[in-house]
């Protein structure tokens, strides 16, 4: 299938499915007395009522920058993976499960640099003055990033990164559809349902991996990652793991959809204009 419907389909859910991502990463950047934090519709009015509606869109360029690599790498390289592991032959479930894998950790490790300008670019307005990076655009900000950190702070955050992008990917495709004893002939329905449930799952099984990421990618210091961790649950306890739960899973089901419903019936579409 073309690239050029992938691009769409990416797109369209990177600008739908935005001001999600960006309440979800304010929640999970915020620090608290254990793990307790403001709600998602306390974020979401706090950012309309700080600097408008259009504030909901801070950092776009930095998601959907993020979508046309990390998505399409991890996208496009599936199929591909997946038929050079099984060698012309019927694909066992471990082969799925490592094809899944692999370009999910390819996808991740493409889009790291745009995942940590989202980061920053959305959590932003949430510090003080002195410490905000004021990235003008993903294009700006990419070039800050390498003259202020040099080529290490693209990597920034890439192992909690790459390890959400394996789990996150594995269970999508490879799980994608889990259901189908049920009898359902192939259809839309079955694409929504299926691509539902994967994605409530998938919240869950990501969360701590993905808020993880979010702040060490939002920090400027030379914390590692387990210092991080460990101030993280001495303060604020495990249940700080699972903060921005309830975006992450409204996002991701709209997303899932958009991404697998979409891209089916758009490559459906393609096939019958050949």
């Given amino acids: 299938m073309c690239h050029f419907v992938r691009l769409i389909v990416i797109t369209v859910a990177a600008c739908v499915t935005h001001p999600l991502d960006l309440t979800k990463l304010r929640m999970q ?42 998505s399409l790498v991890r996208l496009g390289s599936y199929e591909g993976i997946k038929a050079w592991i099984s060698n012309g032959k ?42 905000r990076h004021s990235y003008k655009n993903v294009w700006s900000g990419l070039i800050r990033l390498v003259r202020e950190e040099g080529s290490r702070g693209l990597t920034r955050g890439l192992m909690p990164n790459t390890v959400r992008a394996i789990l996150m990917n594995t269970y999508l495709l490879a799980n994608g559809l889990p259901f189908t004893n049920i009898q359902l ?14 994605g409530t799952v998938a919240t869950t099984i990501c969360s701590p991996a ?16 387990i210092g991080i961790l460990t101030k993280s649950l001495r303060e604020e306890g495990p249940l700080f793991l699972f903060k921005g739960w309830t975006p992450a899973f409204i996002r991701l089901a709209p997303n899932t959809v958009l991404l697998f419903v979409f891209l089916e019936q758009l490559k459906n579409a393609w096939k019958f204009t050949q």
Wanted: proline share 4%; aromatic share 2%.
């Fill in 29 to 70: 950047t915020m620090t608290s007395h254990n793990g307790a934090g403001p709600s998602t519709l306390k974020v979401i009015r706090q950012t309309v009522a700080l600097t408008g509606l259009r504030s909901l869109y801070t950092g776009l360029s930095a998601s959907v920058l993020r979508q046309m690599t990390y």
């Fill in 90 to 131: 019927k694909t066992t479930a471990g082969q799925l499960l490592l094809a899944a894998g692999i370009a999910g950790g390819l996808g991740g490790i493409a889009g790291n640099p745009a995942d940590i300008l989202l980061v920053r670019m959305t959590t932003d307005p949430l510090k003080p003055l002195e410490s």
């Fill in 185 to 198: 002939q192939d259809s839309l329905l079955l694409h929504t349902i299926s691509s539902s449930l994967a």
């Fill in 210 to 225: 993905d808020v993880i990421k979010a702040r060490v990618m939002a920090s400027t210091s030379s914390s590692s990652i």
